[in-house]
């Protein structure tokens, strides 16, 4: 999608420090991060929201939480310890990149609730 950071990020149009990509998924570290591990697990391909996911997109989202969470949680050592995953949706959600995208925090102990 045009004017999309994120996409643009997928496409390779704006350097990002990626810690996995396949052919459907990207991972990159925040910009600004909030803990000590701190990805974003995006989708290559442009979905707004998790409530924009649409049915054709069942395969994508397991493969997102099945697969990708565990793995980068495990090769960037927190799955012993303990992380965070963390999907901010439309305004009062906090979602400032209208893409897509989990946020996965991890190396210091959390608080609750969020902010
Ligand atoms: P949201 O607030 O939408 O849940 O999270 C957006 C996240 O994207 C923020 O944590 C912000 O730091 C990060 N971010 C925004 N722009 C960029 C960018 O250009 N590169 C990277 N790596 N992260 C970004
Ligand atoms: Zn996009």
Redesign the pocket.
């Known amino acids: 999608m045009a004017d999309c ?2 996409c643009k ?1 997928a496409a390779g149009e ?1 350097p ?2 990626k810690v996995y990509e396949d052919e459907t998924v990207i991972a ?7 803990a000590p591990v ?1 990805v ?1 697990i995006v989708p290559k391909k442009h979905i707004q929201s998790v409530a924009h996911f649409a049915e054709e997109d069942k395969e994508l989202a397991a493969h997102i939480f099945v697969d990708v969470v565990p793995k980068l949680a495990a090769d960037l050592n927190v799955a012993d310890g303990g992380f965070r995953v ?3 949706t439309g305004d009062d ?6 893409h897509l ?1 989990v ?1 996965l925090l991890g190396g210091r102990k959390m608080t609750w609730p969020p902010g």
Do not use: A, E, Y
């Open positions: 950071i994120f990020i704006i990002s420090q990159f570290k925040d910009l600004s991060p909030k701190h974003l963390v999907m901010n959600g906090g979602q400032t990149v209208n995208h946020h």
